[in-house]
């Protein structure tokens, strides 16, 4: 119940900060799998969706961390409440032109509703697998994801966050000749 609650504020605040509830073309579709196209971040799941995933093997294992950390079910739960707050702060006007100033993203406009739920549900996908198979797994499935994702689309979320906090011109200019 506290993951429903958490989803419908997360909705509602989005909704509030001026996000459509799906993508403006009218049509939903589950995956939206090309980054270049305005269907990215609209859809359900589109691959930055793998790096949410990402978030939530760290946010676990950083949570595992803490001087009394929660049990599992809390620690889920925080993951979900984190998770919910980043997306309500990285669609944001401060986040999405802070993306589309210092990244490949020159026409992001942020996230959908619909995407950013996505968004945290796959974090809180990547949090159940990494309580599952351990942190040495986990570190394994992180890298190897981050190494899928930087063939499949030239990002992945060092990369993003890389990017996102101090560019680096001749990354950008790698990221786009994959277009």
Same mark, same amino acid.
């Given at each position: 119940?506290?993951?429903?609650?958490?989803?419908?504020?997360?909705?509602?605040?989005?909704?509030?900060?001026?996000?459509?509830?799906?993508?403006?073309?009218?049509?939903?579709?589950?995956?939206?799998?090309?980054?270049?196209?305005?269907?990215?971040?609209?859809?359900?799941?589109?691959?930055?969706?793998?790096?949410?995933?990402?978030?939530?093997?760290?946010?676990?294992?950083?949570? $595992?961390?803490?001087? !009394?950390?929660?049990?599992?079910? *809390?620690? /889920?739960?925080?993951? @979900? &409440? =984190? %998770?919910? +707050?980043?997306?309500?702060?990285?669609?944001?006007?401060?986040?999405?032109?802070?993306?589309?100033?210092?990244?490949?993203?020159?026409?992001?406009?942020?996230?959908?509703?619909?995407?950013?739920?996505?968004?945290?549900?796959?974090?809180?996908?990547? $949090?159940?697998?990494? !309580?599952?198979?351990?942190?040495? *797994?986990? /570190?394994?499935?992180? @890298? &190897? =994801? %981050?190494? +899928?994702?930087?063939?499949?689309?030239?990002?992945?979320?060092?990369?993003?966050?890389?990017?996102?906090?101090?560019?680096?011109?001749?990354?950008?200019?790698?990221?786009?000749?994959?277009?």
């Amino acid at each position: 119940m506290f993951t429903v609650g958490i989803l419908l504020v997360t909705a509602l605040l989005l909704k509030a900060e001026g996000r459509l509830w799906t993508c403006a073309c009218g049509s939903f579709s589950p995956w939206a799998g090309d980054i270049w196209s305005s269907h990215c971040s609209q859809h359900l799941f589109d691959p930055y969706a793998l790096t949410h995933v990402s978030h939530g093997f760290i946010l676990w294992f950083a949570l $595992a961390l803490a001087p !009394r950390p929660a049990d599992h079910a *809390w620690r /889920l739960r925080l993951v @979900v &409440a =984190l %998770e919910a +707050a980043w997306e309500v702060f990285e669609n944001s006007p401060l986040v999405i032109n802070r993306y589309r100033m210092a990244t490949i993203s020159y026409e992001y406009l942020g996230d959908t509703v619909i995407n950013a739920l996505g968004d945290v549900v796959a974090c809180l996908l990547g $949090a159940v697998i990494a !309580r599952r198979i351990g942190p040495w *797994w986990t /570190l394994g499935a992180f @890298v &190897a =994801l %981050e190494i +899928a994702l930087a063939f499949a689309i030239r990002d992945n979320l060092t990369l993003n966050v890389v990017m996102l906090l101090w560019p680096i011109e001749a990354v950008k200019q790698w990221q786009l000749s994959g277009h």
